[in-house]
C-alpha cells in the first residue's frame, strides 16, 4: 500500500449525503438570488433561456456520458409533456422570486410533497394514507397562516408560486414514469434541449441584449440549475428522505436572513410559523412512511 494511501479517511456515507445537500441548499439559494440579480435588466423567460443555454454548454462538456444514455429516443411525447409542465413550473417560480420575499417563495416551495402525492394518486393510481393525508391538511393550514386571508391583502404572486409547487409536483411524478426506461442523464438532457428553444421562442417576443454586468449571475444561474438537480439526487442515494428533508427545510431561515441582509426583507413570524406547520406535516408522514416500510 502506497504510504500516502494509508492517511486517506473517507467520509462516512452519512457525512458525504450532508454535504450533498450542503451543496444543494448553496445551489437553490444561489438560483434564487442570480434570478433575482438578473431581473432588474432580463424577463423571467429571458433568465430561463440563459439558464439552460448555459447547462447546454456543460452538458456539452460532457458529450462522452451524455450522447449514449440520450441514443435511444424513447417516449419523447412523455418528455415534451414533462418538460412543458415544468418550464411553466420554473418560469412561475423565477417569477414569484422576483416578485415576493424570498423566505415566501421558499416556504411555500415546500407545499410541492403534497402536489407529488395527489398527483401520484390520479396518475400512478399510488394509495393516500392517513400520515400523507395529514401531510395535505397540515401543509394546507400553513398556507393560511402565511397568507392570513382576510387579515392580510394576499398577493397574487403567492398563487403563481402555488402553482409553480403543483407544476414541480406533476413534473416529479412524471420523471418517476419515465425513470422506467429513460437514465436520469437522458431525462436531464431532454430537459435542456426541449427547455432551451421554449424559452429562446419565448424571449424574442421582448428581447433585451443582457450587459457584462450580467454575465456572472448568468452564469450562477446556469450552473445551479444543473448543480441543484444533481446534489439532491446524489444526497438521496446516500441518505433517507426523512433525513433529506430537514436539512433541505434550512433553506427557508437561511434565505430569510440573505433576503433580509441583502434586500432589506422583513423577518415575518407568521411566515416563520406557517413554513414551520408545513415542514413538520411533510415531515411527519415522511417518518410513517419510512416505518410501514420496515
Request: glycine share 8%; net charge positive.
Amino acid at each position: 500500500m502506497p504510504p500516502s494511501a494509508r492517511f486517506v479517511v473517507r467520509p462516512s456515507p452519512l457525512v458525504q449525503g450532508v454535504l450533498w445537500m450542503a451543496g444543494c441548499l448553496a445551489s437553490f439559494i444561489g438560483m434564487a438570488i442570480a434570478s433575482r440579480e438578473l431581473a432588474d435588466s432580463l424577463s423571467v423567460v429571458q433568465i430561463l433561456f440563459f439558464r439552460s443555454l448555459v447547462g447546454l454548454a456543460i452538458l456539452a462538456l460532457l458529450a462522452r456520458k451524455v450522447l449514449p444514455a440520450c441514443r435511444r429516443a424513447e417516449r419523447i411525447g412523455l418528455h415534451l409533456i414533462r418538460n412543458l409542465i415544468h418550464f411553466a413550473a420554473q418560469y412561475c417560480w423565477t417569477l414569484g422570486v422576483v416578485l415576493l420575499p424570498l423566505a415566501e417563495v421558499f416556504a411555500l416551495e415546500f407545499t410541492m410533497p403534497v402536489w407529488v402525492a395527489i398527483f401520484a394518486f390520479l396518475l400512478l393510481g399510488e394509495r393516500i394514507h392517513r400520515a400523507r393525508l395529514v401531510a395535505v391538511l397540515g401543509s394546507f393550514a400553513g398556507v393560511l397562516v402565511i397568507l392570513r386571508p382576510g387579515v392580510e391583502i394576499i398577493d397574487p404572486a403567492a398563487f403563481v408560486v402555488l402553482a409553480a409547487a403543483m407544476g414541480y409536483g406533476l413534473s416529479i411524478v412524471l420523471v418517476k414514469r419515465l425513470t422506467e426506461s429513460c437514465p436520469p442523464l437522458a431525462i436531464v438532457t431532454w430537459m435542456i434541449v426541449m427547455q432551451l428553444p421554449m424559452g429562446f421562442g419565448l424571449a424574442l417576443m421582448d428581447w433585451q441584449s443582457p450587459s457584462l454586468p450580467d454575465l456572472p449571475w448568468i452564469l450562477l444561474a446556469g450552473l445551479t440549475g444543473l448543480s441543484a438537480h444533481y446534489t439532491m439526487a446524489r444526497a438521496l442515494r446516500l441518505l433517507e428522505a426523512s433525513t433529506v428533508v430537514p436539512i433541505d427545510f434550512a433553506r427557508v431561515p437561511l434565505i430569510a436572513l440573505i433576503g433580509f441582509w441583502a434586500y432589506g426583507e422583513a423577518l415575518d413570524p407568521w411566515l416563520g410559523l406557517g413554513a414551520l406547520m408545513i415542514f413538520g406535516a411533510n415531515y411527519y408522514a415522511l417518518r410513517r412512511e419510512a416505518r410501514a416500510q420496515v
